[in-house]
């Protein structure tokens, strides 16, 4: 009998790192060791890895920064008032989002650490 597989969710993880340092150059602090754009169904991150050496061996530090923060407003047809929306959404392609993002230094500046 074959056993079935169940799988619980996709998660897709586009590494930028490269393209920003190309983009960005000294900008982008020297510590940090990748910038990846990371989608699944439900959400939209921005993780962002600093690798340090310990006398126990290499730690990774991995800061996430959920894209939902970044709201936009459009206005609802046929009525007087605005809705709010996320900028990012997970229902949007990841290349989509990505190149929305990454083009924006000013809210790469306001949500992430990657120029600190």
Same mark, same amino acid.
């Given at each position: 009998?074959?056993?079935?597989?169940?799988?619980?969710?996709?998660?897709?993880?586009?590494?930028? +790192?490269?393209?920003? =340092?190309?983009?960005?150059?000294?900008?982008? @602090?020297?510590?940090? #060791?990748?910038?990846?754009? *990371? *989608?699944?169904? /439900?959400?939209?991150?921005?993780?962002?890895? =600093?690798?340090?050496?310990? /006398?126990?061996?290499?730690?990774?530090?991995?800061?996430?920064?959920?894209?939902?923060?970044? =709201?936009?407003?459009?206005?609802?047809?046929?009525l007087?008032?605005?809705?709010?929306?996320? #900028?990012?959404?997970?229902?949007?392609?990841?290349?989509? @989002?990505?190149?929305?993002?990454?083009?924006?230094?000013?809210t790469?500046? @306001?949500? +992430?650490?990657?120029?600190?």
């Amino acid at each position: 009998m074959e056993e079935e597989k169940l799988l619980d969710k996709t998660t897709f993880n586009l590494d930028v +790192t490269d393209w920003l =340092r190309k983009k960005y150059g000294d900008e982008i @602090n020297p510590a940090i #060791t990748s910038i990846a754009l *990371q *989608q699944d169904e /439900e959400s939209v991150c921005v993780v962002v890895t =600093r690798d340090y050496s310990t /006398e126990m061996g290499p730690l990774s530090v991995e800061e996430i920064f959920d894209m939902d923060i970044a =709201r936009d407003f459009h206005e609802a047809k046929g009525l007087d008032m605005f809705i709010e929306v996320s #900028t990012f959404s997970p229902e949007n392609n990841i290349m989509d @989002n990505a190149k929305k993002l990454f083009n924006d230094k000013v809210t790469l500046e @306001n949500i +992430t650490s990657i120029f600190d």
